[in-house]
C-alpha cells in the first residue's frame, strides 16, 4: 500500500458521495467493518438492484461475502479482485477497492463531460451568428435568379410545343430508310476517323516538338557549362592591368589624405584670417572713436581759448586810467597791448589733426 493509493482512494469516495468520512488511519490495522461497508456501497452504486449478504459476523460469512463481491464485479464490471488481499481489510485491500472506485469515478467525469457538452449545445442553438449566414443568403439569392430565368426558358419552350409536337409526330411516323441511315453513319465514321487522324498527327507533333525542345535544353546546358568554365578561369586569372590600378589606387589614397590635411589646413588658416579681420575692425573701429573724442576734445578747448582771450581783452579795456589829457595823447604815449594770439593754439590743432590723420592712413594699409 502506498500513500498516494489511499489518499486517491479517500478523494474518489468523497468526489462519489460516500456519506461516511474515510480517514487515511482507518486503514493501518485490519477493519473489516469498514471494508465490508465499502464494498456494499459501491455494488449499489454501480447496481442499485444487486442485493448482497451483509452479515459478516462469522469466518464463513465474511468468506461468503467476499466472494459474493468478488464474482458479481467479474460478471456485470468485469473487474478482477484479489480475494486475500480483500479479506485482510487492510492497506492491501485498499488497491483492490481502488480499481472499482475508479471506474465509477471515471463514469461520474464522463457524464460530468457529456452533459456539459450537451448545455453547450442547447445554447448555441438558440445563438443566431449573421456573419455564418451571408454566405447561405448570396446563394439563396443565386438560386432564386437562376429558379427565374430557367422558368422563363421552360415557359418559352412549352410556348414552341405546339409546333415541335408536329414535326416530332412526322418524324417518327417517317419510315426508316436503310440507305439514309447507312450514308448518316457512314458520315460520322468518317469524322471520327478524320478526328482520329487530326489527333493522332497532333500526337506525333507533340513528340517532335518534345524531342527538338529536348535538343535545345541540351544545347543550352553546354552553353551554360562553358560559361561557367569561361567564368572560373577568368576569375583565377589576375588581369594584366591590376598592378597598374592597385598602384593607381594607393597613390589616389595618399592624394586625398594630401587633400584632406590642405583643406582642413586651408580651413584652419580662413578661420584666423577670419579672426584677424575682425581684431584690425574693432582696433580700427576703436581708433575712430579715439580720434572721434580728441577732436571733439580739442575743438571745446579752441572754444574754451576763444572765449578766455575775449573776457581779456574786455577786461583790460575797462583797466585803463582816466588823465586829463586827450584820448589821443594818451594813446600815443600808451605802450601797445599785446594781443591774445588765436594763431599759436589753431596751429597746435592742424599739426594734431594731420598726425591722427596719418596714423588712420597707417591703421587702414595695415587691415588692407
Known amino acids: 500500500m502506498s500513500f498516494r493509493d489511499l489518499r486517491n482512494f479517500t478523494e474518489m469516495m468523497r468526489a462519489l458521495g460516500y456519506p461516511r468520512l474515510i480517514s487515511m488511519e482507518n486503514f493501518r490495522s485490519p477493519n473489516f467493518t469498514l471494508v465490508a461497508e465499502i464494498l456494499v456501497w459501491l455494488v449499489k452504486r454501480y447496481e442499485p438492484q444487486m442485493d448482497i449478504p451483509s452479515d459478516v459476523d462469522s469466518e464463513s460469512d465474511r468468506v461468503f461475502f467476499i466472494k459474493a463481491v468478488a464474482q458479481f464485479m467479474a460478471t456485470k464490471a468485469h473487474i478482477k479482485l484479489n480475494t486475500k488481499r480483500l479479506y485482510q481489510a487492510d492497506g492491501y485491500a485498499v488497491k483492490e477497492m481502488l480499481k472499482i472506485t475508479s471506474v465509477l469515478y471515471s463514469a461520474m467525469k464522463t457524464k460530468e463531460m457529456a452533459s456539459g457538452d450537451k448545455l453547450e449545445e442547447d445554447s448555441s442553438k438558440f445563438k443566431f451568428d449573421l456573419g455564418s449566414k451571408i454566405a447561405d443568403l448570396k446563394a439563396a439569392r443565386q438560386l432564386a435568379s437562376e429558379i427565374t430565368s430557367k422558368g422563363a426558358t421552360l415557359y418559352d419552350l412549352l410556348g414552341k410545343e405546339v409546333d415541335l409536337r408536329e414535326m416530332r409526330t412526322a418524324a417518327i411516323a417517317r419510315p426508316l430508310e436503310i440507305n439514309e441511315t447507312e450514308k448518316a453513319l457512314r458520315a460520322a465514321i468518317k469524322d471520327v476517323l478524320e478526328n482520329v487522324q487530326r489527333t493522332t498527327d497532333m500526337l506525333n507533333n507533340v513528340s517532335l516538338d518534345e524531342s527538338s525542345l529536348e535538343a535545345k535544353i541540351d544545347k543550352k546546358k553546354q552553353e551554360l557549362e562553358r560559361n561557367q568554365k569561361r567564368l572560373q578561369t577568368l576569375q583565377s586569372v589576375r588581369p594584366a ?94 605802450p601797445s597791448k599785446p594781443r591774445p594770439g588765436r594763431n599759436g593754439p589753431m596751429a597746435e590743432l592742424g599739426l594734431w589733426v594731420q598726425c591722427m590723420e596719418t596714423v588712420k592712413r597707417r591703421i587702414l594699409r595695415t587691415a588692407k
Open 241 to 334: 592591368f591590376m598592378d597598374e590600378y592597385e598602384k593607381i589606387e594607393e597613390d589616389l589614397q595618399r592624394q586625398y589624405e594630401i587633400y584632406v590635411e590642405k583643406f582642413r589646413n586651408l580651413s584652419f588658416l580662413e578661420q584666423q584670417l577670419e579672426d584677424y579681420h575682425r581684431l584690425e575692425q574693432e582696433r580700427f573701429e576703436e581708433a575712430e572713436n579715439s580720434l572721434r573724442m580728441m577732436q571733439h576734445k580739442l575743438r571745446e578747448e579752441e572754444r574754451c581759448l576763444v572765449k578766455s582771450g575775449a573776457a581779456k581783452d574786455e577786461d583790460s579795456d575797462m583797466d585803463i586810467p582816466e588823465d586829463e589829457g586827450s584820448d589821443s595823447d594818451i594813446e600815443e604815449h600808451r
